[in-house]
C-alpha cells in the first residue's frame, strides 16, 4: 500500500522533527544500549539483499521501547512533572516503561489485555510495574486507562506521543549513523511508534522506509486505503506486540514519509523467525521478524539493495518461539 499525502501545517505542532530525535539521543545517552547491528553472508544469499539488522531485541527490557520510555520519563523530569505514570500495552512498553520509571523513582501503572504473554506480564512486574488487566479489545484499553488518568496518573502514550516517537526514531539513527549509503529500513508496525520515528530519522540521507504489518492485523493498510483510520479492528496473528492501531500522529507521518506498509502472513513470520536463528542465532519475537518475511517476499523491493532492519525485539520463551517455528514448517 503506497502512502500519498502531506500534512499541514497546522498539524506538524506537535508531531518530532530531526531535532527533536538528535535531543532525545543526548538525553536516553547511558541508559540506553546503543544495539549491534549484524550482517551476515548466509542471511545475504537467503534473501538476496545486503542486510544489516539493527538488534534491537538486544536492548534493554529486550525491545526498542525502552528508548520511547526513557526519553518520555526524562521529559517529564526536565519539565518538573512528578508523579506515576500509567500507560497500555501488550507488554514491551509496559516493561520499558517500568523500568524507565523506576529509574525515575516513579511508578508505572500498566494496562494489559487479560491474554498477554506470561513472559511479558511477568517482565513488566519485575521491572517494578504494576499491572491492570483488561478486555483483549483496543476500546478496553482505552477505557482503563482513562479511569487510572481519572485517578491522578500521567499517561504516557505508548506510540501517539511525540516524546515516545523521537526516542524510538534514535535506533534508526544509530543505524543511519553507522551504515552508509542504505537504501531501504524495514520496520514493524503496530501502533507506529517506531516507523514514525524511522521516518523523521533517516530522511535526510534520502533513505525509504517501509513498515511491514501481519496480514491478520493491517489496519494501517486498511486506513490507508480508506484516508482515515479504522475505527476498530479485530486482530488475528501471531505477532502480539503489532495488534494495536495506528496512532494519530503516528498516521500523519506513515501517509507522508513512509513509502509503504507492506503484509505478511503468520506463516511468513514463523519462518523468518527461523531464519533469523539459523543464520544471526538470534531468538527474535514474531513481530521482530515481520520485517525479514517483508524482504523475503518483496524482492522487486530490496533484492539487490543496501536494506537496514530493525529487530524491534525478542521477547519471548523459548518454548513459545519452537512451538511457532514448528508450526509454520507443517505441510
Not at 547491528?37 to 536492548?59: P, V
Not at 527474535?284 to 543496501?306: D, M, N, Q, W
Request: hydrophobic fraction near 45%; aromatic fraction near 4%.
Amino acid at each position: 500500500m503506497s502512502t500519498q499525502a502531506s500534512i499541514s501545517p497546522q498539524d506538524r505542532a506537535d508531531l518530532p522533527d530531526l531535532a527533536d530525535i538528535h535531543l532525545a539521543e543526548a538525553r536516553i545517552r547511558g541508559r540506553v544500549r546503543v544495539t549491534p547491528i549484524l550482517n551476515d553472508a548466509a542471511l545475504d544469499e537467503a534473501l538476496g539483499c545486503r542486510l544489516y539488522c539493527k538488534c534491537e531485541n538486544l536492548q534493554r527490557t529486550g525491545a526498542f521501547k525502552f528508548r520511547g520510555a526513557c526519553n518520555a520519563i526524562a521529559r517529564l523530569r526536565d519539565d518538573g512533572v512528578e508523579g506515576d505514570v500509567a500507560t497500555h500495552s501488550s507488554g514491551n512498553h509496559g516493561a520499558a516503561l517500568a523500568l524507565a520509571a523506576r529509574l525515575d523513582g516513579r511508578r508505572a501503572h500498566v494496562v494489559m489485555p487479560e491474554n498477554s504473554s506470561p513472559l511479558k506480564i511477568r517482565a513488566v512486574r519485575n521491572y517494578g510495574g504494576e499491572v491492570h488487566f483488561c478486555a483483549p479489545t483496543n476500546e478496553a484499553r482505552a477505557a482503563r486507562l482513562a479511569e487510572l488518568v481519572e485517578a491522578g496518573m500521567l499517561p504516557v502514550h505508548p506510540y501517539d506521543n511525540a516524546d515516545i516517537i523521537a526516542g524510538q526514531g534514535t535506533a534508526a539513527l544509530e543505524l543511519a549513523q553507522a551504515v552508509p549509503s542504505l537504501e531501504r529500513v524495514v520496520t514493524p508496525v503496530g501502533g507506529g511508534g517506531l516507523v514514525s520515528g524511522t521516518a523523521i530519522a533517516t530522511r535526510p540521507w534520502g533513505i525509504a522506509v517501509f513498515g511491514v504489518e501481519p496480514e491478520g492485523a493491517a489496519d494501517t493498510v486498511e486506513s490507508l486505503r480508506r484516508g482515515n483510520i479504522v475505527d476498530s479492528f479485530e486482530a488475528r496473528t501471531i505477532a502480539d506486540g503489532l495488534r494495536a492501531i495506528v496512532g494519530q500522529r503516528n498516521f500523519r507521518i506513515i501517509r507522508e514519509q513512509v513509502k509503504a506498509v507492506l503484509t505478511v502472513s503468520d506463516e511468513d513470520i514463523g519462518a523468518a523467525m527461523a531464519l533469523a536463528w539459523e543464520t544471526l542465532r538470534l531468538l527474535i519475537e514474531p513481530s521482530s521478524a515481520t520485517v525479514l518475511a517483508a524482504v523475503r517476499k518483496h524482492p522487486e523491493l530490496f533484492a539487490g539493495r543496501k536494506v537496514g532492519a530493525i529487530l524491534s525485539g525478542g521477547n519471548i520463551h523459548p518454548s513459545d518461539w519452537l512451538e511457532l517455528v514448528s508450526s509454520s514448517r507443517k505441510p
